[in-house]
């Protein structure tokens, strides 16, 4: 079985920085995919960034050049290193995994969310 941990969240002010942590365990032979999602009240789960396990990445538009989406393959950790965090960057953000452990194809796993709250 494979579960995913998150940490990393809390209350900033706007303008400051967070970092996000999502380590995997459990019986794990390859994660092709690591990301961010998150989920603001009353809005829909929409994707923050994703990694590959080839290091290509991806954002939204609305993170580009603040958030960096980062992962430890030896841990099976993904990060995401948010800066210039505006208000409208709070949500409970959830980190996603593909992962493969050799019993039939990939399977997508996520974390518990973790609350980000950006003060204005």
């Known amino acids: 079985q494979v579960q995913l941990v998150e940490s990393g969240g809390g209350l900033v002010q706007a303008g400051g920085s967070l970092r996000l942590s999502c380590a995997a365990s459990?019986?794990?032979?390859?994660?092709?995919?690591m990301g961010w999602y998150r989920q603001a009240p009353g809005k829909q789960r929409e994707l923050v960034a994703t990694?590959?396990?080839?290091?290509?990445?991806n954002y939204a538009d609305s993170v580009k050049g603040r958030f960096t989406i980062s992962r430890d393959n030896a841990k099976n950790t993904v990060y995401l290193q948010m800066n210039s965090l505006k208000p409208e960057d709070t949500a409970v953000y959830y980190c996603?995994?593909?992962?493969?452990?050799?019993?039939?194809?990939?399977?997508?796993?996520w974390g518990q969310g973790t609350q980000v709250t950006v003060s204005s």
């Open positions: 990694i590959t396990n080839g290091g290509d990445t």
């Open positions: 996603s995994m593909n992962v493969f452990t050799g019993w039939g194809p990939p399977r997508l796993h």
């Open positions: 459990g019986s794990i032979l390859a994660i092709p995919t």
